[in-house]
C-alpha cells in the first residue's frame, strides 16, 4: 500500500518561500499524477497544482504566479515551492496521489496526514 | 468554479444508527465525485470515487450515489470508528471540494 509523507518546515516568514517535500514509500512515482492540496479555516481544502512522473504540471489558476511543483523519480519524491508568502497561505499542507477511473477522469486516491506551515514573522 | 455544497454541517446520531451525507454541485459533475473520510492527525481515506464505487477495503456499510448534482453517502448500522469528517470532491471540472460534514455522536 502506498504511502506519503510531508516534510518541512513548518515556520515561514512572510514574503519567503515555502518549500516541502513529499516521499512516496510502498510504491513507484511512476506513472502517477501527484497533488499538493491545502487546507485553512477560512477557505477549506483546495487544489494547487499536480505534476505528472515526467515532469509535466498543473496549476491552480489563483496560485499560478507563485507556485512550482517539481519531481525527482530517483528518490520517489516530489516536491512544492510557493513565493511570497503571506498570512493567508498558513494552511495544513497534503501531498496526494491521483488516478484514472474507468472514464478517464482523475480523482484523489491516497492522501498524506498533511503538514500545518504557519506563515508569521 | 463549481461549488460543492455539504449539509447538514453536523449530523449527530447515535452507533448503529444510519446516517445520510449530501453533496450538491452548482453545475452538473457527471459522476465524476468522490467522498472522503478525515480523521484528526490522519491522512484523508478515500471511500467512493466514480459516485457510487467503493474503493479498496472499504466497508459495505458505506454506500454512494447520485449523480449530475446531486449526491449522497449513506452509512449503515454505524460504528465507533465511523464518527469523523466526511468530505466530498468533484474531479469533473478541475477539483473542488465540499465544506464538509461532522458526524458525532
Known amino acids: 500500500q502506498v504511502r506519503l509523507q510531508e516534510s518541512g518546515p513548518g515556520l515561514v516568514k512572510p514574503s519567503e518561500t515555502l518549500s516541502l517535500t513529499c516521499t512516496v514509500s510502498?510504491?513507484?512515482?511512476?506513472?502517477?499524477?501527484w497533488s499538493w492540496l491545502r487546507q485553512s479555516p477560512g477557505k477549506g481544502l483546495e487544489w494547487i497544482g499536480y505534476v505528472y512522473h515526467s515532469g509535466t504540471t498543473f496549476y491552480h489558476s489563483s496560485l499560478r504566479s507563485r507556485v512550482t511543483i517539481s519531481v525527482d523519480t530517483s528518490k520517489n519524491q516530489f516536491s512544492l515551492r510557493l513565493t511570497s508568502v503571506s498570512a493567508a497561505d498558513t494552511a495544513v499542507y497534503y501531498c496526494a496521489r491521483e488516478t484514472y477511473d474507468a472514464s478517464d477522469y482523475l480523482y484523489f486516491d491516497s492522501w498524506g496526514q498533511g503538514t500545518l506551515v504557519t506563515v508569521s514573522a | 468554479e463549481i461549488v460543492m455544497t455539504q449539509s447538514p454541517d453536523t449530523l449527530s446520531v447515535s452507533p448503529g444508527d444510519r446516517a445520510t451525507l449530501s453533496c450538491r454541485a452548482s453545475?452538473?459533475?457527471?459522476?465524476?465525485l468522490a467522498w472522503y473520510q478525515q480523521k484528526p492527525g490522519q491522512a484523508p481515506r478515500l471511500l467512493i470515487f466514480g459516485a457510487s464505487t467503493r474503493a479498496t477495503g472499504v466497508p459495505a456499510r458505506f454506500s454512494g450515489s447520485g449523480s449530475e448534482t446531486e449526491f449522497t453517502l449513506t452509512i449503515t448500522s454505524l460504528q465507533s470508528e465511523d464518527f469523523a469528517v466526511y468530505f466530498c470532491?468533484?474531479?469533473?471540472?478541475?477539483?473542488?471540494f465540499g465544506q464538509g460534514t461532522r458526524l458525532e455522536i
Open positions: 470532491l468533484q474531479y469533473n471540472n478541475w477539483r473542488t
Open positions: 510502498g510504491g513507484s512515482i511512476s506513472p502517477y499524477y
Open positions: 453545475q452538473s459533475v457527471s459522476s465524476n
